[in-house]
């Protein structure tokens, strides 16, 4: 006998986000460039690489539920003590489980777009009401945007911003931060990029002590862990308490743990991939916006949002065609189809994308 389930609205209406990446695409293979994920050119450090070749006997045992050995790495990494840290299988993983802890029916959530869509579900699961910001570059708003900051309720920055690339500097977060935490407003800084940025230092993590702020971050993009699934998240003790119990356990396998221990002890692994993202975003961006029918926005980071005379759907099929995938960026909430995004690669792999721009019709 069939028994009728009345679920949620919010739950029965639940759309999944899209995303960039060889699964996004019907008929994936690997012999895609795939300038539509924004990891790090580089790939993985090699060190991991060993481990996965020697770790297959440690695949029975389960993980340590806690990433303990993974969260005192981290402590020294970040410079915050081990109970500021939580571990998540990803740091989408992280969204979510924050958004059930902080976000209830009618929680009054800012979000500036366009952005990371994975907020906005993340808020709106939870009954969350959302009041959206459209702005191209947060830094020639921030007035405005303060104004809008809401009592007792919580904001969403992405810094560096995803899709746009554009970073918010140290002071102007300050701001931010210091007026929600006058309205009793959590805020909540993805910084996923930051490491990839040529000033990591603007990343706000050193000023969780003031309560109100959280701050995730990523070993997906940094160290190019997209498949192992690694993110973390710091913050007041408070809320690392309960992020802890809500989790669900043994969230990170025992050999993304190893991994992330690893690639965090590769000192020059980072300075490496700086180097070559500002080498590379200079030769893209110049290239790049010489073709007819190009424009490329500045970026601080390893991606460039390009608006294009090209529908970016079409776009996107054409360059399937040779073997190229881009972010088709009609998606994001703020952003019609002219606009897509290339991660930044290596230079034989760019310079394939900048002929294949060009031999567009």
């Not at 961006?285 to 970026?299: E, H, P, T």
Request: aromatic share 8%; net charge positive.
């Amino acid at each position: 006998m069939f028994v009728c389930v009345k679920f949620a609205k919010n739950i029965a209406s639940h759309v999944p986000v899209p995303h960039g990446g060889l699964y996004s695409i019907e008929s994936p293979n690997y012999a895609i460039v795939d300038f539509s994920s924004n990891v790090n050119p580089l790939g993985f450090p090699s060190s991991v690489k060993k481990l996965l070749k020697t770790g297959l006997q440690k695949i029975p045992v389960y993980p340590d539920p806690n990433s303990t050995n993974l969260r005192e790495r981290l402590s020294r990494y970040v410079k915050v003590p081990i109970d500021n840290l939580i571990i998540g299988n990803g740091a989408t993983e992280i969204i979510y489980n924050f958004c059930q802890a902080v976000i209830s029916k009618n929680t009054p959530v800012l979000i500036p777009i366009p952005i990371f869509g994975e907020y906005e579900s993340a808020v709106t699961l939870c009954g969350g009401k959302i009041e959206f910001f459209n702005t191209m570059n947060l830094n020639n708003d921030i007035s405005n945007f303060i104004r809008k900051i809401p009592k007792n309720g919580c904001i969403f920055i992405c810094n560096p911003n995803n899709p746009t690339g554009i970073i918010i500097p140290k002071d102007a977060m300050l701001q931010i931060l210091h007026t929600a935490k006058s309205r009793s407003t959590m805020v909540f800084v993805d910084e996923c990029f930051m490491e990839l940025t040529q000033n990591p230092k603007e990343s706000i993590i050193d000023h969780v002590d003031i309560g109100n702020l959280f701050v995730l971050q990523s070993l997906t993009k940094s160290f190019g862990l997209a498949g192992l699934r690694v993110g973390y998240g710091i913050g007041d003790r408070k809320i690392i308490s309960i992020l802890h119990n809500i989790k669900i356990p043994w969230n990170v396998s025992g050999l993304s743990q190893e991994a992330a221990i690893l690639a965090l002890s590769d000192k020059d692994f980072l300075s490496k991939t700086r180097n070559l993202i500002k080498k590379e975003y200079d030769f893209l961006k110049n290239s790049i916006s010489k073709i007819n029918g190009f424009s490329c926005l500045d970026s601080s980071t390893n991606f460039i949002l390009i608006r294009t005379k090209i529908k970016s759907k079409t776009l996107q099929k054409k360059l399937l065609k040779k073997n190229i995938l881009i972010r088709d960026c009609s998606t994001f909430r703020g952003l019609d189809e002219n606009y897509i995004r290339i991660a930044i690669k290596t230079r034989k792999e760019n310079a394939k994308l900048i002929l294949a721009l060009g031999e567009l019709k």
